[in-house]
């Protein structure tokens, strides 16, 4: 079976710092989603992208970049991290294009930032 | 912002049927009804989805009221492992040639099971 991986699982970094996270999926799906998820709270859309070299801004895309590569790989950076901040981030794929599978999700990278 | 209405939280007794309901007053008519559950330290867990009919799975029975401005997420015979955070979302459906891919989450239904 398929599955998402996402890279690294804990990140901790510094104030300022610009931070990388990977997601990778093998369903071959269409669009990949990023999503930030606060203690407590909803999971809200960063980025999307609905095919290679795709990008579309989601709700929250203030402060990040993210970058379609390649169909299977979907990454986010956050340009300037936070003193503080502390969030999970949740990669998410699925098939679209008159297939209304439902999105599948990663375990989720979680950030510290001191 | 979250086009759903889910109470904040549920208990519910090991054995019991649960029934986790979902308020969705403005959905369109290409809108899907979507359920995940989301356990700590993991991703959101895909649970059943529905447009019209009731769906049902090896995990849930979906009751959609007939004018589809709720549903109605039924869990028979819970589990401690059924403990979660479900999510209602809706989702538009896609064509060959357009629709949005955006999922909108809003805070859930956190389930608590007793033993």
């Known amino acids: 079976g398929g599955i998402i991986t996402q890279t690294p699982k804990f990140l901790i970094g510094q104030e300022g710092q610009k931070l990388t996270l990977k997601c990778q999926q093998n369903?071959?799906?269409?669009?990949m989603y990023w999503y930030r998820q606060d203690s407590g709270k909803g999971l809200r859309l960063i980025y999307y992208s609905i095919t290679e070299n795709d990008l579309q801004k989601g709700d929250l895309s203030e402060g990040y970049d993210a970058s379609r590569e390649k169909k299977s790989s979907f990454s986010l950076t956050v340009t300037s991290a936070q003193k503080n901040e502390m969030a999970v981030f949740l990669c998410a794929s699925s098939q679209d294009r008159g297939c209304n599978q439902a999105p599948l999700f990663g375990e989720g990278t979680r950030l510290s930032v001191l | 912002d979250a086009k759903t209405t889910q109470p904040d939280s549920m208990e519910s007794t090991e054995g019991e049927t649960v029934h986790l309901p979902c308020s969705h007053a403005?959905?369109?008519?290409?809108?899907?009804i979507y359920w995940y559950r989301q356990v700590p330290l993991q991703g959101p867990e895909y649970v059943t989805h529905g447009l019209q009919q009731n769906t049902t799975n090896s995990m849930a029975f979906l009751a959609i009221a007939s004018d589809r401005k709720s549903s109605t997420l039924i869990l028979p015979h819970v589990s401690l492992r059924d403990a979660a955070v479900y999510h209602c979302?809706?989702?538009?459906?896609?064509?060959?040639?357009?629709?949005?891919?955006?999922?909108?989450f809003g805070q859930g239904t956190v389930l608590s099971v007793i033993p």
């Open positions: 979302i809706l989702r538009v459906a896609l064509t060959a040639t357009g629709g949005n891919n955006k999922l909108t």
């Open positions: 403005t959905i369109s008519g290409n809108e899907y």
């Open positions: 369903f071959n799906h269409d669009t």
